[in-house]
């Protein structure tokens, strides 16, 4: 800029002093030749004299003011050397003036021409792009402008400023080792998800791996590897046919290129370990599609069902030997009468061995069922811990590939969950855990959210969805309820191939009537009342194999019978089927609180500072939560106990906005007890948000009578984001 004023003045001083030399010219001809007024010559001479020391003091100004200007304009180009940043600088018209040797080094490193000055900036980036001295342009938010990935590996972000007479100032600043730091600390992100999905994956019971498209072994857990690692050498990075036996991969060929072609499969194999050993191994293929469809490997799941197969061996050999003896028996009747009474003595005792065996597996049954109710808070900590982990991980971005295996663990983990919340529902059924909270609510908001919930479950399968709402007052216990229409539409939208499927209701004496239509191949007559027991499933012609355990009709069929509700269907083949649960009506007027309570339905952007603690007995999964609340700009202290709480703060004076607490704790203490600490101490009580995985009527009660929000495990993410917006919009 300086530069350019000095230049704007010096050829003013020019301009000045060829005006000044043209009058000292015409003075000395009208002196020399003039006709009509001649001056006396000394007075001429004198003028003249005059007119050249002028002349001389303007000449010597304009040399003072280029000297001037060339030292102005050395200084401004020593400083523009001196930044360490590519520096360019751009006229009112964008054309270039001047640059330093930086910015000239990226283009001598690229082996490309330097642009010369006058060169449009348009013209500069073509010919960056174009000749390949930028590989890359990024444009992220919050920075301040562009930045570019050199031809030398260099990272440089682009700086524009304007003049004040319209033109560019342009800096490029080096930030290589700023990208170097921000990859390494997402590398060290993926390696961290990368343990805790390994670390879930080796404390599963199951054979578990990866088999790429060249069907060679990319990933397995230990069991895996234990089992197929030959000679203590790891399976990974090897064959299909190199680490099975020929036999046994000549048998497995079939179901390979099956899943290779898209198709899920599912199969009894024999097969010998190391060290000889006969085992029965249930095996399932999962296809994993890529970015276009085509089939990038698959997934295998190996479980070990030798036991189980030696039970019905052992069982089939024991009903032979009973069918044998029968018949020994019958001839031996038929031959002497007076062994009939010892026979029918015999035939007493074995009835009496069967009725206690009977009452024996009955009793086991109720245990296991009993046993299994009552961990599944232990069952459903790792659960929990991971899919806190892969929603925070679905937060990021690490490249298409890690994307797509960060999004096939939750689908894996989708797939878990929905099992073993199956089989634990279904054991505190019949345990008797679950009993009914039977109260007056509006149907409305129940209806409404779940229809949300699963139009774009159907829209993501192409189906059409239609829903017919009501706002009728209804005795029932909601979630349990809703629970019912859940399975009902889930497997509308499962066996529907194509078509619709209608979500409404329709009132009937005294009763709403609660119905789910699907246009899918329909159920025989035969098995209408099959579908609702337990593991039975109707796989219609040319449908693929779901990944359900049978148990959604089974659920329904139990909870009805819990709340009273009639449930029915009827089904015509090849046009469609519709599922109905009877509800009574209302005589009196629904509680607001529950109203209040089930209308947690939208999620908001409110979150950016919100102060919260959680406290859980698991470390997992405080770092689970911790990563995934602060994802949503939350600031968040976690502590395992209330004793750890107080080791990092004050719970009385801390300010904080909401307290997330798990409720069973060690040392049989309890997130009820840990809070009414916390809030006694304090002179405002802090919102609570109570998350288990009991299921009991009794606790859901108290918790209620409390005023805390209560959360079951495992908990969904996008759930406990819309409940934490609620209560701080709330208050």
């Known amino acids: 800029m300086a530069t350019e004023a000095l230049q704007q003045k010096v050829a003013h001083l020019e301009a000045d002093n060829e005006r000044l030399r043209k009058i000292r010219d015409a003075l000395i001809v009208r002196v020399e030749s003039g006709s009509v007024y001649k001056p ?154 990368e343990r805790w999905i390994r670390v879930v994956t080796d404390h599963v019971p199951a054979l578990i791996a990866y088999v790429g498209a060249d069907k060679s072994i990319q990933f397995c857990n230990q069991v895996y590897a234990a089992w197929y690692g030959r000679g203590g050498e790891s399976p990974l990075g090897k064959r299909l046919s190199d680490i099975h036996h020929p036999q046994l991969y000549e048998r497995l060929k079939p179901y390979i290129e099956s899943v290779m072609s898209g198709n899920s499969v599912t199969f009894e194999s024999e097969e010998f370990g190391e060290q000889g050993q006969e085992r029965y191994m249930l095996r399932s293929y999962v296809p994993n599609f890529g970015e276009q469809g085509e089939i990038a490997g698959f997934f295998v799941l190996i479980r070990d069902i030798s036991d189980r197969r030696k039970a019905a061996e052992a069982l089939e050999r024991a009903y032979d030997e009973l069918e044998a003896r029968v018949t020994e028996r019958t001839l031996a009747l038929t031959d002497a009468n007076t062994q009939l ?21 009955e009793r086991a049954n109720l245990s296991k069922t009993k046993f299994l109710a009552a961990v599944s808070h232990d069952l459903l900590q790792p659960l929990n811990a991971a899919r806190l982990f892969t929603s925070a991980l679905q937060a990021h971005s690490f490249g298409p590939r890690a994307e797509d295996l960060v999004h096939s663990v939750s689908a894996s ?62 005795d029932s216990d909601s979630q349990l309820l809703a629970r019912i229409l859940r ?17 409404g209701c329709r009132r009937e004496a005294g009763s709403m009537v609660l119905q789910v239509w699907d246009t899918g191949p329909g159920i025989p007559q035969n098995k209408l009342v099959e579908i609702f027991q337990e593991f039975k499933r109707v796989h219609p012609t040319n449908s693929q194999t779901d990944k359900g355990l049978g148990l959604g009709l089974a659920i329904v069929d139990k909870i009805s019978r819990i709340l009273n509700h009639e449930v029915s269907v009827s089904s015509v083949e090849g046009k469609g089927s519709v599922f109905s649960v009877r509800v009574p009506l209302a005589t009196h007027k629904p509680n607001p609180a529950l109203v209040k309570r089930d209308a947690i339905t939208h999620i908001g952007q409110e979150l950016d500072g919100c102060r919260l603690w959680v406290v859980d007995n698991d ?21 395992v106990s209330m004793a750890d709480l107080e080791r990092q703060l004050d719970p009385s004076v801390e300010p904080v906005d909401v307290i997330l607490a798990d409720y069973h704790l060690d040392n049989d203490e ?37 005023g805390y929000v209560l959360m079951n495990k495992p908990v969904k993410p996008l759930k406990l984001r819309s409940a934490l917006n609620h209560i701080l919009r709330n208050g």
């Open 40 to 193: 006396e010559p000394y007075a001429a001479f004198e003028h003249s004299v005059v007119l050249a020391e002028q002349v001389r003091e303007r000449t010597e100004a304009l040399t003072h003011a280029r000297e001037e200007a060339e030292t102005t304009r050395q200084r401004l180009s020593d400083a523009i050397e001196s930044i360490a940043d590519g520096f360019v600088l751009f006229d009112h018209n964008h054309r270039l003036i001047q640059s330093n040797s930086r910015f000239r080094s990226y283009w001598r490193q690229a082996g490309v021409a330097m642009p010369s000055p006058g060169t449009h900036i348009n013209d500069v980036r073509a010919l960056a792009m174009n000749s390949g001295m930028i590989l890359e342009e990024h444009s992220e938010p919050g920075s301040e402008g562009e930045v570019f990935l050199l031809s030398n590996e260099r990272w440089v972000q682009m700086t524009e400023r304007p003049t004040r007479e319209g033109g560019l100032v342009v800096l490029y600043s080096d930030i290589t080792d700023v990208k170097n730091s921000e990859m390494a600390r997402r590398l060290s992100a993926l390696e961290e998800s």
């Open 341 to 361: 009474r010892q026979e029918i003595a015999e035939r007493n005792a074995a009835e009496a061995r069967l009725r206690d065996a009977k009452l024996e597996a």
């Open 413 to 474: 983990l989708d797939d878990v969950e929905g099992l073993l919340g199956t089989l634990v529902d279904i054991s505190k059924l019949d345990a008797g855990v679950i009993k009914p909270d039977v109260t007056a609510f509006d149907l409305r908001d129940l209806l409404i959210n779940i229809a949300r919930e699963f139009r774009q479950l159907a829209n993501a399968e192409g189906l059409q969805f239609d829903f017919v709402g009501s706002s009728a007052i209804v």
């Open 487 to 503: 399975n009902f539409l889930t497997n509308a939208i499962r066996y529907t191939g194509e078509g619709r499927v209608l979500f």
């Open 619 to 639: 470390s997992a999964i405080c770092h689970g939560m911790k990563v995934v609340l602060e994802t949503w700009g939350c600031e968040v202290i976690t502590a």
């Open 670 to 706: 309890n997130g009820v007890d840990t809070v009414a600490a916390i809030n006694g101490s304090r002179c405002t009580p802090v919102p609570v948000v109570m998350i288990t995985a009991n299921y009991t009527n009794e606790l859901k009660q108290h918790i209620r009578e409390l």
